[in-house]
């Protein structure tokens, strides 16, 4: 036992030693988090400024390589959306971060499937105001949109790799999901056109990925209430007057009007899961029903649990954790939350279409990757679908099964500058749902690998 101990002991002083970094750098070092188990990669977070004259600072959490070396492996950040929610809490902490907080709230255990086995792991709380981001302007907390954001995000990369340098020219990817469906791209535009007649860029940006991705208000929209009426979650009547009255809306600043029928289809869903409309709630879900999940679901991972926001909550509040992670320096004299509200119900801008991105950075000879997670009817697969058919690119391969583990996990389409994944079974969060698939699809992106097809042994029909 005392063997073993002193093993898991040196093992995880690893984390506390890597590859040389700046001075700024190495005082973000995570030595090792509360309840952590031990690892055999470095950590690092902490804050970087966006804006100094406003007093906006944004805060990271780095999480190297562990699967491939980390001085060669890609550089990704991830996003999350909301607008308004925390990349440390949603991606880092119950999808495809290094660990997974226990119903504890005070202790973590290792994610069998984390993204950091093949790339460097970056997650940003973006805007300021968003997890432990903030902003000594208190009027940032109502003044946030889209390109405050993604100019915030891009002096937030620039000024991170000064403290970081050896990630200057290394392959550089940005993804993210559901309202980062906007960040990302813009966040895409604004590197790539920084990067024009740059020889070597710092940002050397080769692609972006997005899931269950807001992209297109109005075939967003469409695609959305045809997933409701179709899955039968709303009636014949709501789902013709949400067509009448809200399909030509901005998706951040609907109608009165639209919105009066949004309660009604509300209403008609009933208490669901709307990100995962074949889980249950947590509400709904106690504690001993939760260990029995993996029984009555099969296609879920082991020891999935819809309670897991209410975890990180805890956690993310608690004092040492945020000593561990070098947050909360100021004071901010609100607690943690997954989700701010301010950043929600006051955003300013947000344009009702993506497409002329995706068009620009097509062109440009960008990746670009989206998937979708089947089970979600906030932004379902239908949405991404008739988004994606409004781009009208020609069909390099056609839609086909993918396959892991000789069974079907999805579907896939190839088309000229753009490659779409569906995963079979998987909510909002593909990464929570389908761990598995999730990193596999993360792997063949980076490789700019369609998902694998059919295998002589498998019969189709």
Not at 32 to 38: A, D, E, N, R, V
Request: net charge negative; aromatic share 14%; proline share 7%.
């Amino acid at each position: 036992m005392a063997a073993a101990a002193a093993l898991a002991a040196a093992v995880l002083a690893l984390s506390c030693f890597g590859a040389p970094a700046t001075a700024e750098a190495e005082a973000d070092r995570i030595c090792s988090l509360p309840g952590q188990p031990p690892v055999n990669f470095s950590m690092y977070s902490g804050y970087v400024t966006a804006d100094a004259a406003a007093g906006r600072a944004l805060f990271y959490w780095l999480i190297e390589a562990a699967g491939a070396p980390a001085e060669s492996a890609p550089l990704v950040l991830w996003l999350n959306g909301g607008p308004g929610c925390s990349s440390v809490g949603y991606g880092a902490s119950e999808e495809l971060g290094a660990f997974r907080i226990n119903p504890d709230g005070r202790s973590l255990s290792l994610n069998a499937y984390p993204w950091n086995k093949v790339a460097n792991m970056l997650f940003l709380d973006s805007p300021a105001g968003v997890g432990y981001s903030y902003s000594n302007t208190t009027a940032d907390l109502y003044t946030a949109g889209d390109n405050k954001t993604a100019h915030d995000s891009y002096n937030f990369l620039v000024n991170w790799l000064e403290r970081f340098p050896q990630y200057k020219h290394r392959d550089f990817y940005i993804t993210g999901e559901s309202y980062a469906g906007h960040y990302v791209p813009q966040l895409s535009q604004l590197v790539y056109r920084n990067n024009k007649g740059i020889r070597k860029p710092i940002l050397n940006f080769k692609g972006f990925m997005v899931g269950n991705a807001v992209i297109d208000d109005y075939h967003d929209y469409m695609g959305t209430f045809e997933y409701w009426w179709t899955h039968g979650l709303i009636s014949d009547e709501t789902y013709e007057n949400l067509r009448l009255a809200c399909e030509f809306d901005s998706a951040e600043h609907p109608s009165k009007k639209c919105d009066k029928i949004y309660d009604i289809a509300e209403a008609e869903q009933g208490n669901i899961d709307a990100y995962s409309i074949y889980t249950p709630t947590c509400k709904k879900t106690s504690l001993h029903k939760r260990r029995l999940i993996r029984g009555r679901m099969p296609w879920l991972p082991r020891g999935y649990d819809p309670c897991t926001e209410n975890y990180a909550t805890k956690y993310y509040n608690l004092p040492e954790v945020q000593e561990a992670l070098h947050a909360n320096v100021t004071g901010i004299p609100y607690a943690w939350v997954a989700c701010s509200d301010p950043i929600f119900d006051y955003w300013k801008d947000s344009p009702k279409s993506m497409l002329p991105i995706y068009r620009e950075l097509i062109a440009a000879g960008i990746r670009i990757w989206v998937f979708s997670g089947d089970a979600d009817s906030v932004v379902p697969l239908t949405a991404t679908r008739y988004s994606i058919d409004a781009l009208s690119l020609p069909t390099v391969t056609n839609w086909y099964p993918w396959y892991d583990d000789e069974e079907v996990a999805r579907w896939c389409q190839v088309y000229k500058g753009l490659t779409l994944v569906t995963i079979r079974g998987a909510g909002h969060e593909v990464p929570l749902h389908r761990p598995r698939q999730g990193l596999k699809l993360f792997e063949h992106f980076l490789r700019d690998e369609p998902m694998p097809k059919p295998v002589d042994s498998i019969q189709t029909f």
